[in-house]
């Protein structure tokens, strides 16, 4: 069974850093590319970041967080992250972790950023 756990959100203030944590179980985890989406209130969940499997040699980020926000991965605790710095409020969204070849998200962690 594919589960997904996120951890680490929470309101900052503008300009802040925060990092999210996904800890992935059911799979083997080093072999699959792992995804990071969001959802603001009112508005369609998106792509943020991807992370290919294994070295890690390949990932994305979506053009409004690049140079701002950093993927990366643990492939020997499982773990993917989400390393946010210089947050402005239009970051304000529940983040997501995704397993793309299971089609499966976390439940979620809430990130609000505010001044």
């Known amino acids: 069974q594919v589960q997904l756990v996120e951890s680490g959100g929470g309101v900052v203030q503008p300009g802040e850093s925060l990092k999210l944590s996904c800890v992935a179980s059911?799979?083997?985890?080093?072999?699959?590319?792992m995804r990071w989406y969001r959802q603001a209130p009112g508005e369609e969940r998106r792509l943020v970041a991807h992370?290919?499997?294994?070295?890690?040699?390949?990932?994305y980020h979506l053009p409004s967080v690049k140079g701002r926000f950093t993927i990366s991965r643990d492939n020997s605790k499982n773990m993917v992250f989400l390393q946010m710095d210089n947050l402005r409020p239009d970051d304000t969204a529940i983040y997501y972790c995704?397993?793309?070849?299971?089609?499966?998200y976390g439940q979620g962690t809430q990130v609000t950023v505010s001044s």
């Open positions: 992370i290919s499997s294994k070295s890690s040699a390949i990932t």
């Open positions: 059911g799979f083997s985890f080093e072999n699959e590319p």
């Open positions: 995704y397993a793309l070849a299971f089609n499966t």
